[in-house]
């Protein structure tokens, strides 16, 4: 690239900023940012209705470095988590997409508009109940022969869990690091509903913190509930003993999908499922501490004019 020779660039020092977007709202990048790191997490999908009602889908998770931003504002999308299943056959809801609409950047490849996809809902017990796609595939019951789990975005998510012969627990939602946990034959009492898949940890604020796990499946009778993904799945529904266990929300602003309801004989209301958790928008501005020199390319030159720091 063309360069200029003997002007001098003021010294410019920009502090690393960290944005998180726990809701939708906009966004503008401190003048002198170029490119920044990003990570989008979709909401989280719904878990199914009981009897051992499936895990919800975790919502996608998309982490991007060095992703070029325009100098003007662009929206940021939060997307909510899916509903729980209250009734049969419906299957849970899907959660809803999160994105960024910025502009393309010229010459740029990466950047523009990202988004992830929301995590697919849970299947109930029934057998024409199938578990949604999404950013992570809700988990799927028994259909009479043996049936997959909802499928997962590709560099998202995984799969949901599996419904298997004479299954009577609750398949797990897939999460963003591992699928869904797949349901199998049970004993007509007592089987427990099983794990959803575990989401990926991400240190974009500075500490390891996991997101996007998926939902734990529903037990049957007195079986345990299966335990949601570490990422913010939440645990399915049961009722163990006089111990009533309600089926969990996925953890807000991790994109973990709900848990899948338990049984509701004798205890009414235990077969719902519960939502998925809502997912995150974090944008990563680096550090600038530029010193002073006299050779620049005309992309500097441009941005740094722009910006007030350019003498001659």
């Known amino acids: 690239m063309p360069r200029l020779i003997g002007a001098v660039l003021n010294p410019v020092y920009q502090a690393e900023q960290i944005t998180t977007f726990n809701s939708s709202g906009t966004h503008t990048v401190a003048p002198n940012t170029e490119k920044v790191d990003m990570l989008i997490v979709a909401g989280g999908g719904g878990g199914g209705h009981g009897f051992y009602g499936c895990g919800g889908g975790a919502g996608g998770f998309k982490y991007i470095t060095d992703y070029y931003m325009p ?6 999308t939060v997307g909510a988590g899916g509903a729980g299943g209250t009734s049969l056959p419906s299957v849970a809801s899907n959660g809803a997409n999160s994105s960024i609409g910025a502009t393309a950047v010229p010459g740029q490849a990466n950047s523009g508009p990202a988004s992830s996809i929301g995590g697919g809902g849970g299947a109930g017990r029934d057998y024409t109940s199938t578990g949604n796609p999404g950013g992570s595939g809700g ?7 043996p049936s997959t789990g ?11 869990g599996a419904g298997g ?10 999460g963003a690091g591992a699928a869904g946990a797949d349901g199998g034959p049970g004993t007509p009492i007592g089987t427990s509903g099983q794990p959803g898949g575990v989401g990926l940890a991400n240190s974009i604020t500075g500490s390891p913190i996991f997101y996007a796990g998926g939902g734990g499946g529903g037990g049957y009778a007195n079986g345990d509930e299966g335990l949601g993904g570490n990422g913010g799945g939440g645990n399915g529904g049961n009722y163990v003993g006089p111990l009533l266990r309600y089926a969990q929300d996925g953890t807000a602003n991790t994109g973990g999908g709900g848990g899948g309801g338990g049984s509701e004989v004798p205890f009414p209301g235990t077969g719902t499922g519960a939502a998925g958790g809502s997912g995150v928008v974090i944008i990563k501005e680096p550090l600038i501490n530029q010193d002073t020199s006299s050779c620049w390319d005309l992309r500097t030159v441009f941005r740094e004019v722009k910006a007030g720091n350019w003498t001659n």
């Open 139 to 145: 988990g799927t019951n028994y259909q009479g022969v």
């Open 165 to 174: 012969p004479g299954n009577k627990f609750g398949a797990g939602g897939g």
């Open 150 to 160: 909802g499928a997962g975005t590709p560099g998202q998510g995984n799969p949901g």
């Open 71 to 76: 100098s003007s504002s662009f929206p940021i």
